[in-house]
């Protein structure tokens, strides 16, 4: 019997265990409780426009996603609408991350896509206070869309953006995702010089009376803050100091111009009167994106000073002054070929304080010379800092040293004037030679010196300024007289006893001011830096606006040549950025006025 009971016992066990695995069995096939109500839904939210979101569900899941986006900004919002589509698709929700830059319509895709949601659950979707706030945003909307910054394609096929588009710029007030404040209040696109001269070199150029030629191939941009480092405190150089402000107002003061004040001035309650717009602008628009380090936008830099200025770019002032001055203005004009009579005939003649004077014909002197290729850097000493009066080339000729040799110079000797055939002279200090040399040359990048730089001889100075690269040379008189009866430039000073351009920093295509590049591309900025007879020590660059300054090293050069330094960034959300960037010399001067220019990141 209890065998019995014992074998019943093991059945009825065995027949619940079977049972069991059975319910679970049936459990684990119960069909999900659906999420949603199958089928397509629509929502509208607010972006920079209206922004249709279409969401199709099946019972449990998001199966596709549709946006018109047709409204927003080309190159941000509808740039967007991919990869919106792709983060809905991917959390199957509407917490999404959003698009960097594109903040404003990434805003209205999630709140779109929630309210499709809501509705495919069979939630009430909330109203917008019966259309008040969708009104208030309307207009901002509209305002935005009818003042958009202006896009322009120049002349060498560049698109830019002068004015930057001012999306989260941060405002405590915000009716909407844009005020259009830079182009609705400022009118900042109908403002500065490049709102009416696309290159102010060109304008200058193009004028009745012969300024300057300050043109470059290397796309350096004029900007009246330059016109003011030549035309404020310039004795010897121009007529009149501080003298630009009445010039400027009397040229604009014609029938052809038809702007205001405003085209041109700033006025701020802070004191400082009227400023001129281009020296402020940045300190004042909104939607310029400040970096304080440079990691933040994979900065890399990188210098070197191999750069060399071909023949038909090497800078000529053009002053019309002295006799020779005309002679190669002419013959520059009408293209006249080198006249090799001249060359042939050409003399130098070594005198002053000197044991041997002597006088050798041009032949003669490059038979019996030492010939020497040396790259030396030309700046101008009226280059306003960061100018295209500048000029690296590869010179062959004669050592002055050589020359001085030759004529055995006396012990008491203390200046050298290097004097052109029409009696212009420029001092060199014969301390300055110590650690240094000049060159009378024949030959700039290979070919015969051009009229306009003073064929047949030029005088090159390693570290000096271009006023002492005499032209025509055919004298070189040795004098004992004090250096200080002499003024030697070495760049240009300004009234309080510094300089305009020592060091300089110049930037290459700045002319592209504003230029559009697509958010994730690396950007290079180039340029030059340069400071007469002090080496170039560190290059310094800010890209928020001078508050703090990020210093790169520059060694292993000489002061011969320019230093040309690159400075590449990636940035990481769309906006404008300006970048600042100043010299550093070995005797601790810094760049008066750093060069600058701004770009436009935008979606691609």
Not at 22 to 43: D, F, H, V
Not at 228 to 240: I, K
Not at 264 to 275: E, N, R, T, V
Request: with cysteine; hydrophobic share 35%; net charge negative.
């Amino acid at each position: 019997m209890k065998n019995a009971n014992k074998a019943l016992h093991k059945v009825f066990l065995l027949m619940l265990m079977i049972a069991v695995a059975q319910s679970l069995t049936a459990c684990g096939n119960t069909p999900e409780a659906p999420i949603y109500t199958a089928g397509t839904y629509t929502a509208t939210a607010k972006g920079m426009s209206d922004i249709t979101v279409t969401v199709s569900v099946d019972a449990n899941k998001i199966t596709s996603v549709e946006l018109d986006v047709s409204g927003e900004t080309k190159d941000i919002g509808q740039a967007a609408a991919d990869k919106l589509i792709k983060q809905v698709m991917d959390a199957q929700s509407s917490e999404i991350d959003g698009v960097s830059g594109a903040t404003v319509t990434s805003d209205a895709v999630s709140k779109g896509v929630a309210d499709c949601l809501a509705q495919a659950k069979g939630e009430d979707v909330k109203t917008t206070y019966d259309g008040a706030i969708d009104k208030m945003y309307d207009t901002m909307a509209k305002r935005a869309e009818e003042h958009a910054p202006e896009v322009r394609t120049l002349t060498n096929g560049v698109q830019i953006q002068r004015t930057p588009t001012e999306y989260n710029c941060g405002v405590y007030h915000s009716p909407g995702a844009s005020i259009s404040f830079n182009t609705y209040y400022l009118k900042a696109d109908s403002r500065g010089c490049a709102a009416c001269h696309e290159d102010l070199a060109q304008t200058l150029k193009d004028m009745d009376y012969e300024h300057v030629d300050l043109t470059s191939n290397y796309g350096i941009a004029v900007t009246v803050n330059n016109c003011l480092d030549c035309h404020s405190y310039s004795p010897w150089y121009v007529t009149e100091t501080y003298g630009f402000g009445s010039l400027i107002h009397s040229i604009h003061d014609a029938d052809s111009f038809t702007g205001s004040c405003w085209s041109c001035h700033y006025a701020s309650g802070d004191g400082k009167d009227m400023q001129l717009w281009d020296s402020v602008k940045y300190t004042v628009l909104r939607g310029i994106v400040s970096v304080d380090n440079p990691e933040n936008v994979s900065a890399e830099f990188s210098y070197n000073q191999d750069l060399l200025t071909s023949t038909d770019n090497i800078f000529d002032y053009g002053w019309l002054y002295y006799d020779n001055d005309y002679y190669r203005y002419g013959m520059t004009q009408i293209d006249a070929p080198l006249d090799e009579d001249t060359f042939n005939n050409w003399t130098l003649t070594v005198s002053g304080t000197v044991d041997n004077p002597f006088t050798i014909s041009l032949p003669d002197l490059i038979k019996e010379a030492p010939a020497v290729t040396k790259t030396i850097t030309m700046n101008c000493t009226d280059n306003y800092s960061g100018g295209p009066l500048i000029a690296n080339c590869e010179v062959t000729g004669v050592s002055l040293k050589w020359l001085l040799e030759k004529a055995q110079i006396k012990p008491s000797s203390t200046v050298i004037l290097p004097t052109s055939s029409d009696g212009f002279a420029q001092p060199i200090y014969l301390s300055f030679l110590e650690n240094r040399d000049a060159y009378v040359v024949w030959e700039i990048n290979g070919e015969r010196v051009s009229y306009a730089n003073g064929y047949p001889l030029q005088l090159w100075l390693e570290g000096g300024s271009a006023s002492v690269f005499i032209k025509e040379i055919s004298d070189i008189i040795v004098t004992d007289e004090p250096e200080e009866n002499y003024y030697m430039y070495l760049g240009w000073e300004t009234e309080d006893g510094g300089y305009y351009n020592k060091p300089g920093v110049g930037m290459f295509n700045s002319v592209n001011e504003g230029e559009i590049v697509s958010l994730g591309q690396s950007y290079t900025f180039s340029g030059y830096a340069d400071a007469f007879e002090q080496k170039i020590t560190a290059i310094e660059v800010s890209l928020d606006n001078g508050t703090t300054w990020t210093s790169y090293p520059v060694t292993g050069t000489t002061e011969s040549k320019w230093v040309i330094w690159n400075y590449t960034i990636t940035p990481t959300e769309v906006g404008a950025y300006v970048i600042q960037v100043r010299g550093v010399t070995e005797d601790g001067l810094v760049s008066r006025s750093p060069a600058q220019m701004m770009i436009n990141v935008a979606l691609s």
